[in-house]
């Protein structure tokens, strides 16, 4: 059965997913299985790379080519891979479509080709699957996970929960009821963990966690206002990515330090930066308030778009930049 999807999918017969809806956890579950798909110019590899509370399982797509290609720009260094991840707030409905959109730019397009030409890509479209089910169907500025403390109080901010400078009183907090909670020590939770399991497994060179809302290339530290050594290696790349999606619908992007307004601790940007990954951001999509994270379904592919557009200069910064 995985063969014929993926045959049909190399035809781009299309499977009826509509990437211009927040679609429900159950067709990006059945859209991510056409992945398994090892045909073609880019490979593709679904794994399950954790459960949840809830039991349901975290996803991840890596996409790969048949052989150890290198792009002319990353010459002479050995092919590194990049993490992506969506969803790790579950209300931020954009950052989900977008990896999902994603995917499928890197799996059908010739840019995309490109990319995966440089890059191995790991992607992780719905990190937290039990409070993007909860979001869609009860609550939908839900941020937490739903790991419950007790009864009433259900939930931990995941993206407080990395063991890189855990603090709830660093920009979290310690009451289980509030949407900040940074649970109860670092890396209490499932997602969190299978999350940090990979980035210690593997030696990632970049990793990007899709977030709304702000038009924003962030970069650490955040728990600290004092700069990563590489602060202005990072800053051109972040810059690199903010140009580019404004450049493509006129939408501005900014890019800065995450803690230059506040600190935050337990990011899981930080966390990445202390485990070694040289290039870690946390991107957050459209817009800057007007719907916040009730972007409307109109204004998704525009975002995909743009951000797109980010990576692709990101990626060729990074490129030029890694040692
Ligand atoms: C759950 O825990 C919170 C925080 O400690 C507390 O305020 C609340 O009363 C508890 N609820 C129940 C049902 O025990
Ligand atoms: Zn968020």
């Not at 090892?38 to 991840?60: A, D, L, P, W």
């Not at 299978?194 to 899709?210: H, N, Q, T």
């Not at 530290?221 to 050594?229: E, L, Q, R």
Request: hydrophobic share 35%; proline share 4%; aromatic share 14%.
């Amino acid at each position: 059965m995985n063969q014929i999807i993926c045959v049909a999918f190399l035809l781009q017969i299309g499977f009826a997913f509509d990437f211009n809806k927040y679609n429900a956890l159950d067709k990006i579950e059945k859209y991510l299985a056409t992945f398994n798909c090892n045909q073609g110019t880019v490979r593709s590899k679904v794994e399950i790379i954790g459960k949840t509370f809830e039991k349901r399982s975290i996803y991840m797509v890596k996409m790969f080519t048949k052989r150890k290609t290198r792009c002319r720009s990353c010459k002479g260094k050995s092919k590194k891979a990049i993490l992506v991840d969506g969803g790790i707030h579950p209300r931020d409905f954009i950052s989900h479509a977008f990896v999902l959109y994603f995917l499928n730019f890197l799996k059908t397009t010739q840019a995309g080709f490109y990319l995966v030409k440089k890059f191995d890509w790991y992607l992780i479209p719905v990190l937290n699957p039990d409070g993007y089910v909860y979001a869609k169907n009860f609550e939908r500025l839900w941020r937490k996970n739903r790991s419950p403390f007790n009864e009433t109080c259900i939930g931990t901010d995941l993206n407080r929960n990395y063991g890189k400078q855990w603090n709830p009183e660093n920009g979290g907090s310690r009451n289980p009821c509030n949407e900040l909670y940074s649970g109860p020590f670092p890396f209490s939770e499932l997602e969190s963990q299978a999350e940090r399991k990979l980035m210690l497994k593997k030696a990632f060179i970049g990793y990007l966690s899709i977030q709304s809302f702000g038009q924003l290339w962030i970069y650490p530290w955040g728990f600290t206002k004092d700069p990563v050594p590489d602060k202005p290696t990072l800053d051109k790349c972040a810059k690199a990515a903010a140009s580019a999606a404004t450049a493509r619908n006129g939408v501005v992007y900014s890019s800065r330090q995450t803690s230059e307004r506040s600190t935050l601790g337990g990011l899981s940007s930080d966390y990445a930066k202390a485990a070694g990954i040289k290039f870690p951001y946390e991107v957050l999509l459209r817009d800057k308030g007007t719907f916040g994270h009730l972007l409307p379904e109109d204004q998704i592919i525009a975002t995909c778009e743009e951000t797109t557009d980010a990576v692709i200069a990101w990626a060729n910064c990074v490129c030029a930049e890694m040692m």
